[in-house]
């Protein structure tokens, strides 16, 4: 894995040869840190190394904003997740070869720069809203490139390209995941199940009992899952590990003043419960 201080070569060409144009969908070739479409359309590489697709403002509250990514590093950083990591790592290693893994939702990037190390003959596209995170994700892995997008509208991606999509704990665009899967490709998705940080109360967003029933409902149209895998440890989390973990997700958009002045005010570690669903799909056939 490449060191989150070194540059990454702009977008590696397995990726390239996968991406689309986002205005009329034909394939870019990228030349001068600028990708281009026969019809003219041209999205400029940022320095940090990832590709701009969107042509419109996100809502906010959507992508996550620095502070959330400057948590998420730090709180991966510490190996609370690492277990979880390994998990999708040993799904590449047996099942990616030497194929595109799409990373759906990849934040900083790095549960799909696990993947590729397990998967040396594979690359990676790293998908995801926030910009922010992708500037991250840019630099996760030599053979990894990053896409600004948003995923519930149509990938600017090309069909049947992906030996792998990875979706961790972001959302689930069951049409998309199918469209860009070549033929035996695998899908993978982790979830929290409901026991996951329950120890933290109120400072972090129940996890539906029903969660995975809602997994299934979501995906059944166009897949069929294979097996199931549960990831739960016990872990100590200090007062700091505590903040980044609020930090980093959903909450960090929904804390009241007195959640974070509890959160703040932290002193002693915490016993906490890790706890991933790992959900194994294959593509529904006609």
Not at 118 to 133: E, M, Y
Not at 193 to 199: N, S, V, Y
Not at 225 to 232: F, G
Request: proline share 6%.
């Amino acid at each position: 894995m490449t060191h989150p201080g070194q540059a990454n070569d702009p977008l590696p060409p397995r990726v390239v040869d996968a991406l689309r144009c986002s205005v009329c969908g034909t394939p870019v070739g990228l030349a001068d840190r600028t990708l281009r479409c026969a019809e003219r359309h041209s999205f400029d590489v940022a320095k940090q190394g990832y590709v701009n697709l969107l042509h419109a403002r996100i809502p906010a509250g959507t992508a996550d904003t620095a502070p959330m990514v400057a948590a998420r590093v730090a709180f991966l950083e510490s190996g609370v997740y690492q277990p979880l990591a390994e998990v999708l790592a040993r799904l590449a290693a047996t099942h990616a070869g030497d194929g595109l893994i799409v990373d759906a939702g990849a934040g900083t990037g790095y549960y799909l720069a696990h993947a590729l190390e397990a998967a040396p003959k594979a690359a990676g596209l790293a998908l995801d809203v926030s910009a922010i995170a992708l500037r991250r994700a840019a630099r996760a892995h030599e053979r990894a490139g990053a896409a600004v997008w948003n995923l519930w509208e149509p990938w600017p991606v090309a069909d049947d390209v992906a030996s792998m999509v990875l979706n961790v704990f972001a959302p689930r665009n069951a049409a998309q995941f199918h469209r860009v899967l070549a033929p035996g490709g695998l899908l993978v998705v982790a979830t929290p199940t409901a026991g996951h940080l329950r120890e933290l109360g109120d400072l972090v967003l129940d996890v539906d009992e029903r969660k995975d029933e809602r997994l299934e409902r979501t995906l059944r149209e166009y897949f069929t899952r294979t097996s199931r895998i549960e990831v739960t440890n016990r872990v100590e989390f200090s007062p700091e590990l505590i903040r980044e973990v609020v930090d980093m997700g959903p909450t960090a958009h929904h804390l009241t003043d007195d959640r974070r002045a509890r959160l703040e005010a932290l002193a002693s570690p915490v016993d906490v419960t890790t706890s991933f669903a790992v959900s194994v799909y294959r593509a529904v056939t006609e």
